[in-house]
């Protein structure tokens, strides 16, 4: 029998498996892992930074259509339609996805203590990514779109992302199986369950919408099942993940309750895969389905209170650090969104609810303080945390990462609450018999207009922080630099800034 | 159909069983035993408890 030291001792370059730890066992230092990373991960960062460019200018022009139709009008493969699903595709397939297998792998390599393996293997599942979501997003723009909503990439692209999505399981799995520290910590539960849901999740839903379709109203299910489940089983898990990590490391105390963050995860995967039907309030569905699917999304209060209850906690006596810390900034953002999105979500999910606002903006709210107030800002702030690790630099603009905190928190708040109160008004209206359908829409132009101004907040914030990460990579790429120590250490005042 | 049927047998079977022989390995490897083992496992002697690790706004960078 092999023991699992020598298999390692025999992957790994040099002394990678030195240090002692809580076990007492071998344990890879923190720098070697870090730097194992360096490629893997940045190329998913980078990578993942250029799509959500690209789906930030095309939020705009959806944006500006709704309320000035006229605009770019003469494209033919710029119509609203067009550009509405690659805005979708671009930052949820492009940029969340690829960010979040980057915050992953270092993660698992960081808790499983142990450099990076297999690197050939995570890097041709990243050319595959890209790729397939090049090929997919422009097969939306030449009006390929299977109009199936989140599954909307060509049938031609969808293997290539399929591949990379396996590939991605099968690396984390090796990481997890040649892991140096026995004892897991729960983002581990959460990153390990994640990377296997999903390829799951997305090779069904293809099989059963694209592939091999079933009947009728079933593509609904399927389809609603699918793209829920997408929110609550990879990116939800992924964002919680980071924030179990990332907040005690930062404030250097451990999480308030560690009983309490395995309850969470557990009751995630209990209630979350049931959810889905709740979109179909009033459809032609069995009406158990819809009923089951409403009781689960109560009974998500378990886990989502439960993790509100250990963030807060752990975060009692420390806020004060909200200050000095761009990564805890945006990790507390994102973990008060998440509960917020999900006591909504919960709300929404109820039929008297569900009747006013499902076919209304309050929707599009919903699921923006979802997937940018919570997982998007927890993705900014675990980027802000490894970047200078990786790279061994520190971030060369503090004022470039203010203008990203701020642009994007006051954009973000901007979108999410007026167009959530909006939303409630278009449904009541919508409701309403007496009222003409031209009525709701001209109520909408206003809100629609400041919709627009939150996404210059939103993009301003983008340009700024890819403006930091390439400055950050020219200092990489400077012939020698002294190693900074400050954000290593956390010793503020000891700063090396020499050459 | 014998694909989708494939399917729904993996969603129906596989899966819940892949979580019940997921918590039974975790009951018995002792993952649930040690709370306050597990908590300190983003922290080691480089990184202990009680060292703040990301401290870089506030005034004394440029």
Same mark, same amino acid.
């Given at each position: 029998?092999?023991?699992?030291?020598?298999?390692?001792?025999?992957?790994?370059?040099?002394?990678?498996?030195?240090?002692?730890?809580?076990?007492?066992?071998?344990?890879?230092?923190?720098?070697?892992?870090?730097?194992?990373?360096?490629?893997?991960?940045?190329?998913?960062?980078?990578?993942?930074?250029? =799509?959500?460019?690209?789906?930030?200018?095309?939020?705009?022009?959806?944006?500006?259509?709704?309320?000035?139709?006229? !605009?770019?009008?003469?494209?033919?493969?710029?119509?609203?339609?067009?550009?509405?699903?690659?805005?979708?595709?671009?930052?949820?397939?492009?940029?969340?996805?690829?960010?979040?297998?980057?915050?992953?792998?270092?993660?698992?390599?960081?808790?499983?203590?142990?450099?990076?393996?297999?690197?050939?293997?995570?890097?041709?599942?990243?050319? #595959?990514?890209?790729?397939?979501?090049?090929?997919?997003?422009?097969?939306?723009?030449?009006?390929?779109?299977?109009?199936?909503? =989140?599954?909307?990439?060509?049938? /031609?692209?969808?293997?290539?992302?399929?591949?990379?999505?396996?590939?991605?399981?099968?690396?984390?799995?090796?990481?997890?199986?040649?892991?140096?520290?026995?004892?897991? /910590?729960?983002?581990?539960?959460?990153?390990?369950?994640?990377?296997?849901?999903? @390829?799951?999740?997305?090779?069904?839903?293809?099989?059963?919408?694209?592939?091999?379709?079933?009947?009728?109203?079933?593509?609904?299910?399927?389809?609603?099942?699918?793209?829920?489940?997408?929110?609550?089983? =990879?990116?939800?898990?992924?964002?919680?993940?980071?924030?179990? /990590?990332?907040?005690?490391?930062?404030?250097?105390?451990?999480?308030?309750?560690?009983?309490?963050?395995?309850?969470?995860?557990?009751?995630?995967?209990?209630?979350?895969?049931?959810?889905?039907?709740?979109?179909?309030?009033?459809?032609?569905?069995?009406?158990?389905?819809?009923?089951?699917?409403?009781?689960?999304?109560?009974?998500?209060?378990?886990?989502?209170?439960?993790?509100?209850?250990?963030?807060?906690?752990?975060?009692?006596?420390?806020?004060?650090?909200?200050?000095?810390?761009?990564?805890?900034? #945006?990790?507390? #953002?994102?973990?008060?969104?998440?509960?917020?999105?999900?006591?909504?979500?919960?709300?929404?999910?109820?039929?008297?609810?569900?009747?006013?606002?499902? !076919?209304?903006?309050?929707?599009?709210?919903?699921?923006?303080?979802?997937?940018?107030?919570? !997982?998007?800002?927890?993705?900014?702030?675990?980027? /802000?945390?490894?970047?200078?690790?990786?790279?061994?630099?520190?971030?060369?603009?503090?004022?470039?990462?203010?203008?990203?905190?701020?642009?994007?928190?006051?954009?973000?708040?901007?979108?999410?609450?007026?167009?959530?109160?909006?939303?409630?008004?278009?449904?009541?209206?919508?409701?309403?018999?007496?009222?003409?359908?031209?009525?709701?829409?001209?109520?909408?132009?206003?809100?629609?207009?400041?919709?627009?101004?939150?996404?210059?907040?939103?993009?301003?914030?983008?340009?700024? #922080?890819?403006?930091?990460?390439?400055?950050?990579?020219?200092?990489?790429?400077?012939?020698?630099?002294? @190693?900074?120590?400050?954000?290593?250490?956390?010793?503020?005042?000891?700063?090396?800034?020499?050459? | 159909?014998?694909?989708?049927? $494939?399917?729904?047998?993996?969603?129906?079977?596989?899966?819940?069983?892949?979580?019940?022989?997921?918590?039974?390995?975790?009951?018995?490897?002792?993952? $649930?035993?040690?709370?306050?083992?597990?908590?300190?496992?983003? $922290?080691?002697?480089?990184?202990?408890?009680?060292?703040?690790?990301?401290?870089?706004?506030?005034?004394?960078?440029?």
């Amino acid at each position: 029998m092999i023991n699992q030291s020598q298999t390692l001792r025999a992957l790994l370059p040099g002394d990678a498996l030195t240090g002692g730890g809580i076990d007492g066992g071998n344990k890879a230092a923190l720098a070697e892992i870090d730097a194992s990373c360096r490629v893997p991960v940045l190329f998913f960062f980078l990578s993942g930074l250029a =799509w959500l460019l690209a789906g930030t200018v095309l939020a705009l022009v959806a944006s500006i259509k709704l309320h000035t139709p006229g !605009f770019l009008a003469g494209w033919e493969w710029l119509t609203f339609s067009n550009v509405r699903t690659a805005h979708l595709n671009t930052v949820i397939y492009g940029f969340a996805s690829q960010i979040s297998v980057g915050v992953t792998i270092w993660l698992m390599c960081r808790l499983c203590r142990i450099p990076l393996v297999a690197p050939g293997l995570i890097t041709v599942a990243n050319l #595959f990514y890209n790729l397939g979501v090049t090929v997919g997003v422009g097969g939306i723009l030449l009006g390929d779109s299977t109009a199936i909503e =989140w599954l909307e990439m060509p049938r /031609y692209a969808t293997p290539i992302l399929f591949i990379s999505y396996a590939l991605i399981a099968v690396w984390t799995l090796v990481t997890f199986r040649l892991r140096a520290e026995r004892h897991l /910590y729960v983002s581990q539960w959460y990153l390990l369950a994640a990377v296997l849901w999903f @390829p799951w999740l997305y090779g069904t839903a293809q099989v059963m919408l694209l592939i091999e379709p079933v009947r009728g109203v079933v593509q609904a299910a399927v389809n609603w099942w699918f793209a829920h489940n997408v929110l609550g089983l =990879w990116f939800t898990p992924i964002g919680l993940a980071s924030i179990y /990590y990332f907040i005690p490391k930062v404030i250097g105390r451990p999480i308030h309750s560690y009983y309490l963050s395995v309850l969470g995860f557990w009751s995630l995967a209990l209630f979350y895969n049931w959810n889905g039907m709740h979109h179909l309030v009033g459809g032609p569905l069995p009406a158990w389905m819809i009923t089951v699917s409403i009781v689960a999304s109560v009974m998500m209060l378990i886990p989502v209170i439960t993790v509100a209850i250990n963030h807060h906690f752990t975060m009692v006596g420390h806020f004060g650090k909200l200050k000095y810390s761009p990564t805890l900034r #945006f990790m507390v #953002f994102g973990a008060v969104s998440y509960t917020l999105a999900s006591l909504q979500g919960v709300a929404s999910a109820v039929r008297s609810v569900s009747e006013v606002t499902h !076919f209304t903006h309050h929707t599009i709210a919903h699921a923006h303080l979802g997937m940018y107030a919570f !997982f998007t800002m927890v993705m900014f702030g675990a980027m /802000y945390y490894i970047l200078p690790r990786i790279t061994q630099r520190e971030w060369p603009s503090t004022g470039l990462i203010s203008l990203h905190f701020w642009g994007v928190a006051l954009g973000i708040v901007l979108y999410v609450v007026p167009m959530s109160i909006m939303g409630f008004i278009q449904g009541t209206m919508l409701n309403d018999a007496a009222v003409r359908f031209l009525d709701v829409v001209q109520f909408t132009l206003p809100w629609l207009k400041l919709r627009t101004l939150a996404g210059l907040l939103l993009a301003a914030g983008h340009v700024a #922080f890819v403006l930091n990460v390439g400055w950050l990579l020219v200092r990489m790429f400077e012939p020698y630099r002294k @190693p900074v120590v400050r954000i290593l250490t956390g010793e503020a005042e000891t700063v090396a800034a020499g050459k | 159909m014998s694909v989708i049927a $494939f399917i729904l047998l993996g969603s129906v079977v596989l899966l819940p069983a892949a979580g019940l022989l997921a918590l039974r390995w975790a009951t018995s490897t002792g993952q $649930f035993r040690c709370p306050d083992k597990a908590a300190l496992l983003p $922290f080691d002697e480089v990184e202990p408890v009680g060292l703040e690790t990301d401290r870089i706004l506030g005034g004394n960078r440029r």
